[in-house]
């Protein structure tokens, strides 16, 4: 089956991309620009804490050199409106879905990237982009989690949507250090009603507690987790997981989709180990906020239509 769907208007330049940055995790704190991470919904000081988390994300997380690095705090004031942006075409396959694992960062779906069968184009993308994997972001509590922010405003959680330019590299492990060899769709998890679709995600958690463990899936649609609107912002960013390179064009859906508290707490059952190791609950796995620098955020949407109403 597939699915099309047009996820608003973008024209992308890759002009402005920046050297890779390389292997990062554990090099001293030499970045001077740092962003604290604030929000107006929780205390911000304890989200900063990730004692809890994965040693991945303790802080001060930086890339010596980088300037492209995500995630970010989205400004709306300060995001540009481009109206040259042409219509994002999504078009997934649910025969295309493989499995569930446990990274060890976070629970993955991983998809067969082997034909063109799932896929996005058009919006800032020059070529048509293969979907590789989907995965999430979360937080110990309900109040924070994602990566990205939107004025200062964490969401509980964050997905994303990992897809790569086939027409330019021959596989995914090439464009994660090519430029702009990545576009991720990232799109914000907020409290409320029961999400069906997520469901059956939920549901094979238990089989991947651990790391390493992996299950099977049978024919998944991934568009069912997007939201209905389609407006997004744009920017060109980096891999917030290593090896942190700068090859992603991010595209960050407006409209957070909804989902059961009950949902949420499921994610908090996996685990960071693997079996025979210390149990540490799967929390926090997100990166900490970057600067901006020298970047400007795109929307697809009209700054007087942002009905930022949180
Ligand atoms: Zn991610």
């Given at each position: 089956?597939?699915?099309?769907?047009?996820?608003?208007?973008?024209?992308?330049?890759?002009?402005?991309?920046?050297?890779?940055?390389?292997?990062?995790?554990?090099?001293?704190r030499s970045h001077p620009l740092r962003?604290?991470?604030?929000?107006?919904?929780?205390?911000?000081?304890?989200?900063?804490?990730?004692?809890?988390?994965?040693?991945?994300?303790?802080?001060?997380?930086c890339?010596p050199?980088?300037?492209?690095?995500?995630?970010?705090?989205?400004?709306?004031?300060?995001?540009?409106?481009?109206?040259?942006?042409?219509?994002?075409?999504?078009?997934?396959?649910?025969?295309?879905?493989?499995?569930?694992?446990?990274?060890?960062?976070?629970?993955?779906?991983?998809?067969?990237?082997?034909?063109?069968?799932?896929?996005?184009?058009?919006?800032?993308?020059?070529?048509?982009?293969?979907?590789?994997?989907?995965?999430?972001?979360?937080?110990?509590?309900?109040?924070?989690?994602?990566?990205?922010?939107?004025?200062?405003?964490?969401?509980?959680?964050?997905?994303?949507?990992?897809?790569?330019?086939?027409?330019?590299?021959?596989?995914?492990?090439?464009?994660?250090?090519?430029?702009?060899?990545?576009?991720?769709?990232?799109?914000?998890?907020?409290?409320?009603?029961?999400?069906?679709?997520?469901?059956?995600?939920?549901?094979?958690?238990?089989?991947?507690?651990?790391?390493?463990?992996?299950?099977?899936?049978?024919?998944?649609?991934?568009?069912?987790?997007?939201?209905?609107?389609?407006?997004?912002?744009?920017?060109?960013?980096?891999?917030?997981?290593?090896?942190?390179?700068?090859?992603?064009?991010?595209?960050?859906?407006?409209?957070?989709?909804?989902?059961?508290?009950?949902?949420?707490?499921?994610?908090?059952?996996?685990?960071?180990?693997?079996?025979?190791?210390?149990?540490?609950?799967?929390?926090?796995?997100?990166?900490?906020?970057?600067?901006?620098?020298?970047?400007?955020?795109?929307?697809?949407?009209?700054?007087?239509?942002?009905?930022?109403?949180?």
């Amino acid at each position: 089956m597939l699915r099309t769907l047009v996820l608003g208007r973008s024209l992308w330049k890759s002009s402005d991309f920046s050297v890779s940055v390389k292997q990062m995790w554990g090099t001293p704190r030499s970045h001077p620009l740092r962003p604290e991470r604030r929000c107006s919904q929780g205390p911000c000081v304890q989200r900063n804490q990730t004692d809890t988390g994965h040693p991945l994300w303790k802080g001060p997380v930086c890339v010596p050199g980088g300037t492209r690095q995500s995630p970010i705090n989205i400004r709306c004031r300060d995001s540009v409106y481009d109206p040259r942006l042409k219509p994002l075409m999504v078009s997934y396959a649910a025969e295309s879905c493989l499995y569930v694992w446990n990274t060890g960062y976070f629970f993955q779906v991983e998809f067969d990237d082997s034909t063109e069968g799932s896929g996005i184009s058009g919006g800032p993308l020059e070529n048509h982009y293969r979907l590789k994997q989907l995965h999430l972001h979360w937080g110990a509590v309900d109040t924070w989690g994602s990566e990205h922010t939107v004025d200062d405003r964490a969401y509980p959680a964050e997905l994303h949507l990992v897809h790569w330019d086939a027409a330019r590299y021959r596989s995914y492990k090439e464009a994660v250090l090519g430029e702009s060899g990545l576009a991720v769709i990232g799109v914000f998890l907020q409290l409320g009603a029961h999400h069906e679709p997520l469901q059956k995600l939920v549901e094979v958690l238990p089989e991947v507690k651990h790391k390493g463990a992996q299950v099977a899936m049978g024919p998944f649609q991934p568009s069912c987790l997007l939201p209905a609107c389609r407006d997004y912002w744009t920017y060109p960013g980096s891999l917030t997981t290593p090896p942190l390179t700068e090859s992603v064009t991010w595209i960050i859906l407006k409209e957070p989709v909804q989902v059961a508290r009950n949902q949420l707490a499921s994610f908090r059952t996996l685990l960071f180990s693997a079996p025979g190791e210390e149990e540490k609950a799967m929390v926090n796995n997100y990166r900490p906020l970057q600067a901006l620098m020298n970047r400007k955020v795109r929307s697809s949407f009209r700054p007087m239509e942002e009905g930022m109403r949180f």
